[in-house]
């Protein structure tokens, strides 16, 4: 059971990234699924959220109008869709599945480096 996340990469201010969490092992439509990054030095900020139901999105202020999470059920993914990058969310980007305690709680993969620079 783990996630697998991917689609980082170096861009530029203002440009648009798509970051793909991959489901293995289990189905993504049961749980609760959040971004989280982590800039070098910093603590583990969470940026998104998505319910199962994929109807009910939730974000950070500082990343609100700018990023959206989404699921695709049929392919058992969550992506995250990043416009306008700002230098300040450069950052390794986690997927997280919100597993309850018997499950480990939240299970997140290795991350995706997402780098905004000029």
């Known amino acids: 059971v783990h996630v697998v996340e991917s689609g980082g990469g170096l861009v530029q201010p203002g440009e648009s990234l798509r970051l793909s969490c991959a489901a293995s092992?289990?189905?993504?439509?049961?749980?609760?699924v959040r971004w989280a990054r982590q800039a070098p030095g910093k603590a583990l900020e969470w940026v998104a959220g998505i319910f199962p139901d994929g109807d009910r999105t939730f974000y950070a202020d500082v990343v609100k109008g700018r990023f959206t999470i989404s699921r695709d059920t049929e392919k058992n993914m969550v992506y995250l869709q990043m416009n306008n990058l700002r230098p300040e969310d450069t950052a390794l980007y986690l997927c997280g599945r919100e597993g309850s305690p018997a499950e480990g709680g939240i299970l997140y993969g290795q991350g995706t480096q997402v780098t905004v620079s000029s």
């Open positions: 092992g289990f189905t993504f439509s049961r749980y609760a």
